[in-house]
Structures are given as structure tokens and as C-alpha cells.
């Protein structure tokens, strides 16, 4: 069996990469993660299921090299399928609109706010916020802190962590 795209890392952005190259039935995609999926959230460690704090049972141990002082800094990185938006360590906010502006401004064009704001709203399923700036139904659900609390396991179903052989629908 052969593919024709690899995804190395089946973190957010892999796992989206992933989900987008498999909406077109002619591309055969592999993601590949070195950590552990947890299709159920009843199979998920208690730590990654509570949610309320980073967790470290699924994180590389990642830390700075050590500054002139011998000082190192953590660097959390989540190892489950969905990587660290799995692990409560990753979080997602949109730009000013405008910095996107000024972007455009700069000669780029397709990068106001007003360009992008329609791929904000097909990449997310936002079961809180609707109207014009908030879409539905893309692949990734975004949390509201104080709205509702929605489980590693659904976020990272979200973000496209799914077999290669599934297609939008399937879930």
C-alpha cells in the first residue's frame, strides 16, 4: 500500500493537514505519531481526562539548553495523538484584524481580515459563538474558558485526528 502524502507528527497541525489532504479521495495520507492514541475518552489517563492543568505523563520532557546562569526552561510538548491541545498545553487566538491590515498594506494581498475571515470560519466548529464571525462545521471545535468544557479525546477528533482510511462524515 502506498501514500501519497506522509504526515510526520499528529499534533494540531498535522492532524488538520492530514484531515484536509484526505477530503480529496484521490490522495492516500498516512499521519504518524509517535505517541498514543486514545480513541475513547473512558481509555484516556486520568491526568489528560481531567484537564484542568497541563499535563507531563504525556510530554517529550523537553527543556532549554541552559542559559549563562545554568538556568533551563521547560518546554511542554504534548506526545498524544493531538499533541498538546490534547494535553491542555496549546491554545488558538485569531489576530487583530488590524495587523492583518497592515499586511495587506505591506503587498500581500489575501491577507486582510476581511480576506481570511471566511477560512477562520470553514476551519472551525464553534458551538458557542455563531453570526458572521464565527463558523461551522470545520474540523476544529475551539473551547470558550467558562463556556463548556469539551474533552482532549473530542478536541482531538476535532482537529483531525482520525484513521487515514476515514473521510469527512465518518465520525
Known sequence: ???????????????????RLSVDDRCRVLLLEAGPDYPAAGDLPADIAD?????????????????????SVPL??????????????????????QDYG???????????FAD????FRAIESDADFGGDWHGGPGPAEPGHPGR?????????????????????GDY
Open 148 to 168: 463548556r468544557r469539551r474533552g482532549p479525546g473530542r478536541a482531538a477528533r476535532h482537529h483531525g485526528a482520525r484513521s487515514p482510511d476515514h473521510r469527512p
Open 1 to 19: 500500500m502506498g501514500y501519497d502524502v506522509i504526515v510526520a507528527g499528529g499534533g494540531s497541525a498535522g492532524c488538520v493537514t492530514a484531515a
Open 76 to 97: 511542554p510538548r504534548g506526545r498524544p495523538m493531538g499533541g498538546c491541545s490534547a494535553t491542555n498545553a496549546c491554545f488558538a487566538l485569531r489576530g487583530w484584524p
Open 116 to 119: 481570511l475571515l471566511p477560512v
Open 51 to 71: 484537564g484542568s492543568m497541563p499535563t507531563t505523563s504525556h510530554d517529550w520532557g523537553l527543556v532549554s539548553e541552559p542559559d549563562e546562569h545554568g538556568r
Open 102 to 112: 497592515r499586511w495587506a498594506a505591506m503587498g500581500n494581498p489575501g491577507w486582510s
